[in-house]
């Protein structure tokens, strides 16, 4: 008889839900909007509902479910606590996992994790890691998101803050500030908004032609025109890539994992990233971490609800 767990991924506009099988099947998948009024106290009630009214929809009594998973944009710790809370939801420090619980009342399994954490483990499990048990998930979106898969297990460290690669410090002469209030992040060079900071810079250097001036500069501007033959673009690729192959080095010197799997909106630019990648981590990487592989991620959007429900599954 199959069993079933609901995987719940917290956003800050939509929370994603998805049932699956306990072969790793998703069979239904839906979002809600997250209502943040109140300091976000509608958020975990409504994911109760939604749940509890799938469970009617679908007949699946309690006894049928292994359990619910959730993966919140904050910093969880190996207990489903809250450590700093979710800014982005009005959320402050709590018992995720057993608030949830409490609001399910029904006498099934709870965990929690942080998102990107979460994502990492959904890649692993069905995604561009599958078949890995030591990865890192790298996304490369608004930000640079980490999580890390050790022995098939997240690490998420005493605050829950482990795999926050973006904030790996990586200049001093940096003088404009991170969203975590330091400067000179990896994610101020390697994410979408970092590249396109690159690209404002190099293009403000001198006069040399490139089909970036006088256009929209995002990640995707120059990437396109890297796939066009754009010197200047080529030039911007390459000190992304120094950036990022060099901080996922000094990842591998701790973590030592069998593959990178890169995803969020920058990754869309395809296969292309490794090509500027991996000169940059090889020439940085310890020895026997240089053999790690790169890959892209599969599951897009839906990493967070197959993580969430590989936490109580797997």
Known sequence: MSKYAFGVDVGGT??????????GQVLDKWEIPTVKDNGGEKVLPDIAASIKNKMQEKNITAADLV??????????????FMVNGA?????????????????LDLPVTVKAGNDANVAALGEMWQG???????LVAVTLGTGVG??????????????????EIGHIHMEDNETEVCGCKNKGCLEQYASATGITRLANRRLAKDDAPSILRGGEISAKTVFDAVKAGDKVAIEIAEQFGEYLGKGLAA??????????????????AGDILFKYIEPSYKRCAFGPCKQAKFALAKLGNDAGIYGAAALVLK
Request: charged share 15%; proline share 2%; aromatic share 6%.
């Open 14 to 23: 939509t929370v994603k839900l998805g049932l699956f099988n306990d072969e």
């Open 67 to 80: 359990g619910v998973g959730i993966g919140a944009p904050g910093a969880v710790n190996a207990d489903g």
């Open 87 to 103: 800014v982005n939801i009005g959320w402050g420090s709590f018992d995720l996992a057993e608030t949830l619980k409490k609001e």
């Open 128 to 134: 561009g890691g599958k078949g890995y048990s030591n």
């Open 146 to 163: 980490g999580g890390i898969i050790i022995d098939g297990r997240i690490l998420t460290g005493t605050n829950g803050a482990g795999g």
């Open 251 to 268: 990842v591998a010197s701790v973590v030592d994992p069998q593959i990178f799997v890169i995803g969020g909106g920058v990754s869309k």
